[in-house]
């Protein structure tokens, strides 16, 4: 369910010799096994396969995806199917005046040079030295400002909104004020969270692997600054973002039909009590599949702990808490054995299950309360974040505006995917409201998508997702190297590719099946486009039942966007706004996120070549579009 490869696993979860060792030092060698030949017992919803095995099926038989691939999708398909042309210029291009075009020309050119992006921060300071703030901001908004973002706040952006509305693309507001976690915080490690076995626990191996999480969770904070997350003050500044995002959401649903808000969740909550979070939430599911790690190579969700033979484990390890009874009450006669969306509902009733959640101290070689360190203020804070995050969900709700909750580091997001399924279940009953992210540069992008749809499933609410390759690759893969954990990036761009596709097809097929999930496709790379075109006509997806949606960014791929929307496809753009002197460090990053694509922009670059040659030919350069 969540991104685990981004925090090493702490020792307990890698030595094979751990529990041998726990338990043979209470004498008890007679061993309880966990048998890799258990299999899911049959669900109350009468499927007896789990939701990766029905992928796995799936992506081996692309064309017969379940009822998906009978005759009525075949012959549907051909019917109703639609192709989109991307070489029409002209078309893709309607919406633009030619100063536009020239703009867009000059800057794609400037980012393909590796020095200007590469030193954006400094030559950005220097034009501000040099020029004076006034001179430098105009500048941007002739440049990269002017392409990238709408404007400066959500009156000023109501033109540009309604002109792409006008030619039907909609609109992803996102006020894209971006802020660093403070010094102050960084020097604050908070080591107490850090170590999965206590203070100082033993064995080299344990004291290395609880080292390296350290230096990646606590020491390695520094490595925060600079990035996309939001500061820190206190929790009145939390609700200053949160009625900012008010006032996005509201502006988005007054100014388009069916449109959607991004938000950060670091703006609604303290980013370090995020990444604690997201460490209990690590340390919680590494110790399921430590406990059955006997099932290596089974998909996440195959994999099956037999409850009376986890019972007795726990007792022979010192817990007195009756897992058995928990989960019997709960799942009632299907409370054989449990998977790991079962695992993790202990979470969801912290409060009561307190007594259960329990994982190993190498140190005392005993069980040890997963929440030990994790204090009363900070469940409030967390309380208070999940609080804030109602009120926009409620906020969109009202507005008639879906809610995207961005990704962001991998150490704040199993705990923002947490706070994000929380909030999907109680909004996303009868309509997908709230909108979770997936980025497909993770190695664990498919065991996360494959997880929630199932959990979706179970629970009875609309799966809701927009699928990315990923925004923070390179300093993901900085971080790994200095502090010496296994990058969770996959190793290239084709194997995230790969990855995206694999998450994509696993997602067309669940909107086949049952026509509850929604997906947003947000690539700016054609033969990705195509692909899901190719598939969405051989399930026999209309785009006007607006199930799956496509998004690129604003001032990027108007040769996908527009020919898309011309053909009937919902499509959106990620519309940001904001001051121009604070929405600098958006627009950095976006350079570096996007410095291959940039650089191999050609294709866009001869179409706008090709088009301003056709107007000056045909006497339409001072072409005006109408709407």
Request: hydrophobic share 35%; with cysteine; charged share 25%.
């Amino acid at each position: 369910m969540f991104c685990l490869k981004a925090m090493p696993a702490p020792a307990w979860v890698n030595s094979d010799t751990l529990l041998k060792r726990l338990l043979s030092n209470r004498r008890l060698r007679s061993s309880v096994t966990f048998s890799s030949t258990t299999r899911p017992e049959k669900t109350d919803h009468g499927r007896n396969r789990s939701g990766a095995q029905r992928a796995s099926a799936r992506l081996q038989s692309p064309g017969k995806s379940g009822r998906a691939g009978k005759d009525r999708t075949n012959s549907s398909s051909a019917a109703n199917e639609i192709s989109v042309d991307f070489e029409q210029s002209q078309e893709a291009y309607r919406s633009k005046d030619s100063l536009e075009l020239l703009r867009s020309l000059v800057v794609f050119k400037l980012c393909s040079y590796d020095f200007l992006v590469d030193k954006n921060e400094k030559i950005m300071y220097l034009g501000k030295t040099i020029l004076g703030q006034k001179v430098f901001d105009q500048l941007m908004k002739m440049t990269f400002y002017g392409q990238f973002v709408a404007g400066e706040d959500h009156i000023s952006i109501k033109p540009l909104i309604q002109k792409n509305q006008a030619f039907g693309v909609g609109s992803v507001l996102d006020y894209s004020v971006e802020e660093d976690i403070s010094q102050k915080e960084e020097n604050q490690k908070e080591s107490s969270s850090v170590s999965a076995g206590g203070e100082g626990s033993i064995g080299k191996g344990y004291r290395e692997k609880n080292y390296e999480t350290g230096r990646q969770l606590g020491d390695s904070q520094r490595e925060v600054i600079g990035t996309c997350t939001y500061f820190y003050a206190d929790e009145a500044k939390c609700d200053q973002h949160m009625e900012t995002f008010m006032k996005c959401i509201k502006a988005s649903g007054g100014s388009s039909m069916n449109g959607f808000s991004a938000i950060k969740m670091t703006a609604l909550g303290r980013p370090q009590l995020l990444l604690r979070f997201s460490e209990v939430l690590v340390k919680w599911q590494q110790f399921f599949t430590f406990l059955a790690s006997q099932q290596d190579g089974m998909e996440a969700l195959e994999q099956r702990l037999e409850l009376t033979q986890l019972q007795e484990l726990m007792i022979k390890l010192g817990a007195e808490s009756d897992f058995l009874g928990w989960f019997t009450r709960k799942k009632g006669e299907s409370a054989g054995c449990i998977d790991i969306l079962d695992w993790s509902s202990l979470i969801d009733d912290r409060v009561n299950t307190s007594g259960l959640l329990l994982v190993p101290n190498v140190k005392l070689d005993k069980l040890e309360p997963l929440l030990k360190n994790f204090t009363t203020e900070e469940e409030n804070q967390l309380k208070r974040t999940l609080e804030r995050l109602d009120v926009l969900a409620k906020c969109a709700l009202k507005n008639g505006v879906r809610l995207m909750v961005d990704a962001e580091q991998t150490y704040f997001q199993p705990a923002i995917s947490k706070l994000t399924l929380d909030s999907q279940k109680i909004y996303n009953r009868e309509k997908p409201v709230v909108f979770n992210t997936y980025q497909c540069y993770l190695k664990e992008a498919f065991k996360n998508v494959t997880m929630d749809v199932e959990l979706s499933r179970r629970e009875g609410w609309c799966f809701a997702a927009k699928l990315v390759r990923g925004a923070y690759m390179y300093q993901e893969r900085e971080r790994a190297k200095e502090f010496r954990y296994e990058d969770p990036i996959n190793p290239n761009y084709e194997s995230t590719s790969t990855m995206y596709h694999r998450c994509l097809h696993y997602l067309l097929d669940e909107i086949a099946l049952n026509r509850k999930a929604n997906v947003m496709v947000a690539s700016h790379n054609e033969d990705t486009v195509k692909y899901t075109l190719k598939r969405m006509n051989e399930l026999g997806l209309l785009p006007t039942e607006n199930k799956v949606f496509f998004g690129q960014l604003l001032g990027m791929c108007d040769q996908i966007s527009f020919p898309l929307a011309q053909a009937g496809f919902p499509v959106y753009k990620y519309v940001p706004y904001g001051p121009v002197s604070e929405v600098m460090p958006y627009l950095s990053r976006r350079a570096q996120e996007n410095r291959g694509f940039m650089k191999g922009a050609q294709k866009e670059r001869e179409l706008l070549w090709k088009e301003l040659k056709r107007r000056l030919v045909s006497g339409e350069l001072l072409y005006r579009p109408l709407y």
